[in-house]
């Protein structure tokens, strides 16, 4: 009989939080819209990485070491 008790009081916090209550019309604010949105201009170039490759340069091989370039977004 204690279980089944205990069981219960433990049980009905969860059931009620579990219940969706409905909302309420007098809990919506709306806010007219006072300003326009600040809209930042975006970048025409992006950073890519280029990995470390061998260059022909003057007909002879030569390492170049990994590096970022600015190339212009397409």
């Keep these: 009989m204690k279980r089944i008790f205990v069981g219960t009081l433990l049980a ?8 969706s209550s409905q909302a309420s019309a007098a809990e919506v604010i709306v ?8 809209v930042v201009a975006r970048s025409y ?4 990485y280029v990995r470390g490759h061998w260059e022909r340069i003057h ?6 070491p990994a590096h970022t370039v600015r190339v212009r977004r397409g």
Excluded: F
């Design 31 to 38: 806010r007219p819209a006072a300003h326009r949105p600040i």
């Design 59 to 64: 007909g002879r091989r030569h390492w170049v």
């Design 12 to 19: 009905l916090p969860l059931a009620i939080a579990s219940l």
């Design 45 to 48: 170039w992006k950073t890519v």
